[in-house]
């Protein structure tokens, strides 16, 4: 048991000296691919009904605006930012090859020109990871260590929860969601140490004749 532990604890000690791995796990973070169609003001409602190569999906009132359009803002960064109105979402999809831990950033403001609050929330799947009132009209950076996501397939969700008039938005900008090598915490420690159970108990004991009587068979051609 004492050396079970110790290595344990040797892993702990030393985990921020392994070399993690790195990896961006969505497209278009940034909102700057290119579109057609939408509103002659530059700004579109959906985007992706009209184009393919968005990596996200708009739903509702969710779409995408130059700076300086009709919506008010300018981009944090870049040429364009996305928008949610009234009742929208913005999704993606991410798959993880392995057990990884994830760090969520991203960028949001309310609108400026309709100084109405927004809520909205973000989720992995169904899980909420973050909810919040749109309060600012400048850009607000949040950066969320989300812990550790077996590996499997998972969808990023931006929504609103809506009250109150239509003309209420958010925007975003700048989204990053970055997974490297798991975090080794206290919890999975209990992984490196079980304590056996009454079967695998009584079955060890059951093999000790066998060793006895194999360490004296050796011991017998020793001497012959």
Do not use: C
């Amino acid at each position: 048991m004492k050396s079970l532990l110790g290595g344990a604890l040797f892993l702990l000690a030393t985990s921020s000296f392994i070399p993690y791995s790195h990896a961006e796990l969505i497209g278009n973070a940034d909102f700057e691919n290119e579109w057609s169609g939408g509103h002659t003001g530059g700004y579109i409602y959906r985007p992706t009904e009209e184009n393919g190569d968005l990596a996200w999906t708009f739903t509702g009132g969710g779409g995408l605006t130059p700076s300086y359009s009709a919506w008010g803002g300018v981009a944090d960064s870049g040429e364009s930012f996305a928008f949610l109105q009234s009742k929208a979402s913005i999704y993606q999809t991410f798959t993880l090859s392995e057990t990884s831990s994830l760090t969520l950033d991203f960028s949001w403001m309310a609108r400026p020109v309709h100084p109405a609050t927004e809520n909205f929330t973000v989720k992995i799947d169904n899980y909420v990871v973050f909810d919040i009132t749109t309060t600012s009209y400048e850009w607000v950076r949040e950066s969320l260590a989300l812990g550790n996501l077996s590996a499997g397939t998972y969808t990023l969700t931006f929504s609103t929860v809506p009250y109150g008039p239509d003309d209420q938005s958010a925007f975003l900008d700048n989204v990053a969601l970055t997974a490297d090598s798991p975090s080794l915490t206290l919890d999975t420690l209990q992984y490196l140490y079980e304590v056996p159970t009454p079967l695998a108990f009584v079955s060890s004991l059951a093999l000790i004749p066998l060793f006895r009587r194999s360490r004296k068979n050796g011991q017998k051609k020793a001497i012959d």
